[in-house]
């Protein structure tokens, strides 16, 4: 078979929309990306939505409305892509990098709490929702995440590139916090090829977001042609940037959000089959922690751990798998283990203990909508051929 590790599943109105933006002959940022703005919003409940050409541009806007500005420290987990923490270099701010916890590669209210005993000067967090399931922002003793950050004025900003469809109890991820993060990149749990979005609560952030995404221009380009006013006339408010998202993103965006739904759900019926078959093979691979109903899990990823007991390392699998066409991937190798950050913040290993244990063995598995049953069952086999526990 040829199984590759993710696939962009487009059997919706893709087509239809980006036809209807050649065919308008406007192609930049206009009323299709309104539409996708305003339809996403309400799909996570948030009262603002702003589009951007990626998940790191968000990111970087968020922080920028916060008012992060050099010298600041950001706390960051190092179990993270790049961007979580090149954005805060972006603003010449400094990462505080983080441990995570182990089977869930997220932060906890116990790991905040030493974070903030050990940095008492650290005034923002970026929270990653890693592989989908959102971390324990709020809980029924009040101590979570957003609560011992209120109690301690720290700003949060929720990197949510892997938990679009995601929930926190009834809540929406997009609607917990103040600012959030979304990443449309083409593996993600829906796609615009390239681009992102920011949700707040925030009318001020909201207003911010949206002029710095475009020069710092105080009137975006579907205004200035829309309306009575001419065109030229408009004013720059800050240096800003070119980060807004094109229509013909926003067409395949808004045919990926009418099955969003649809999608989480083979999301996590493949999820559940892994759990099903792979079990069995505790003693020597751990699958991924689950810490709240499998319905509310967004299931971008599907990350195991190669435990040190295993007859085979998690590099072998890695390559027998792609012998027999299977795709994997790992997510991620730590940021710590990063030349760059590395050096310049002078970072070792044994201050990271739980993401150690898991980049030492952590193997993503194919986990997209078009997966079929045949190729879940040949991925199991190999794994069960591979460990020699058929």
């Excluded at 892997?162 to 809540?171: E, I, M």
């Excluded at 760059?340 to 063995?361: C, I, R, S, V």
Aim: hydrophobic share 35%; net charge neutral; with cysteine.
């Amino acid at each position: 078979m040829n199984i590759p590790f993710s696939k962009v599943a487009h059997a919706g109105n893709e087509k239809k929309y980006i036809e209807e933006v050649l065919a308008s002959g406007w192609l930049t940022t206009a009323s299709k990306t309104r539409e996708f703005e305003e339809k996403f919003a309400r799909y996570v409940n948030a009262p603002y939505a702003c589009a951007l050409n990626s998940g790191t541009a968000a990111l970087h806007l968020g922080l920028e409305a916060m008012g992060v500005k050099k010298g600041d420290k950001v706390f960051v987990p190092s179990m993270t892509f790049t961007a979580t923490a090149e954005v805060v270099r972006y603003l010449q701010a400094d990462p505080v990098f983080l441990d995570t916890e182990y089977g869930t590669n997220l932060i906890t209210p116990e790991i905040l709490k030493e974070a903030i005993n050990n940095y008492p000067g650290v005034k923002y967090l970026i929270i990653v929702h890693y592989g989908g399931q959102p971390a324990e922002m709020t809980n029924n003793q009040g101590t979570g995440i957003l609560e011992i950050c209120k109690e301690n004025g720290i700003s949060v900003l929720e990197d949510a590139a892997h938990a679009f469809t995601s929930k926190l109890n009834d809540t929406a991820v997009g609607n917990i916090g103040d600012i959030t993060c979304f990443s449309f990149y083409a593996n993600k749990t829906i796609t615009t090829a390239e681009g992102g979005m920011l949700t707040t609560k925030n009318e001020a952030v909201f207003q911010r977001v949206k002029k710095m995404r475009l020069h710092g221009i105080d009137r975006d380009i579907w205004n200035r042609y829309t309306t009575n006013k001419q065109s030229w006339e408009y004013d720059v408010i800050a240096p800003g940037y070119k980060y807004n998202m094109p229509d013909l993103n926003a067409a395949l965006g808004l045919a990926q959000l009418e099955k969003a739904g649809q999608f989480r759900r083979r999301r996590e019926e493949i999820a559940l089959y892994y759990y099903k078959h792979l079990n069995h093979l505790a003693e020597y691979i751990d699958l991924p922690l689950l810490k709240i109903p499998s319905e509310n899990h967004a299931w971008h990823l599907f990350p195991v751990v190669i435990k040190e007991k295993s007859p085979v390392n998690r590099n072998t699998i890695i390559k027998k798998f792609a012998e027999k066409g299977i795709g994997t991937s790992v997510h991620y190798k730590p940021l710590h283990h990063m030349t760059y950050y590395k050096n310049k913040y002078h970072l070792k290993a044994d201050d990271f203990p739980n993401t150690e244990k898991t980049w030492q063995g952590n193997l993503s598995l194919p986990i997209y909508p078009d997966l079929k049953i045949e190729e879940l069952e040949y991925i199991c086999k190999q794994f069960n051929e591979i460990l020699q526990k058929l």
